[in-house]
């Protein structure tokens, strides 16, 4: 048998919602929290979502690579506990996408409310 075609369907359907929310969530961070190396991010995330919404730590490094191609955000190398880490920070284009990315989660949360999408 080749799987269950609802768990399929569930597993590609999370992907695909997380995927984008992901960005947004790391993008918020960043400017929330200001400069973040990768473990910080995901602990955040950890932390924050209750262990619901975290990224594997190679598809977290897949997103910030990704964030950083857009110029979204920018890294640089600084000592951590006697060790150098890579940190990442928001540019200022990345600050207007968020903005942006902002009106549209809260359009989506609207859409969703008057569906009954959070009852």
Known sequence: M???PKEKALKKLRKDL???LYSYLVLSLLER???LHGYAIRKKM???SYGK???SEGALYDILKSLKKYKLVEDFWAEANG???KYYRLTN???EVLEELKCEIMEIRLILERMGGFE
Do not use: I, M, N, W
Request: no cysteine; net charge negative; glycine share 20%.
């Open 2 to 4: 080749l799987g269950d």
């Open 53 to 55: 919404l975290v990224p």
């Open 83 to 85: 060790r150098p880490r």
């Open 46 to 48: 950890d932390e924050l």
């Open 18 to 20: 997380r995927s984008g």
């Open 33 to 35: 929290e200001g400069e």
């Open 93 to 95: 284009t990345g600050r």
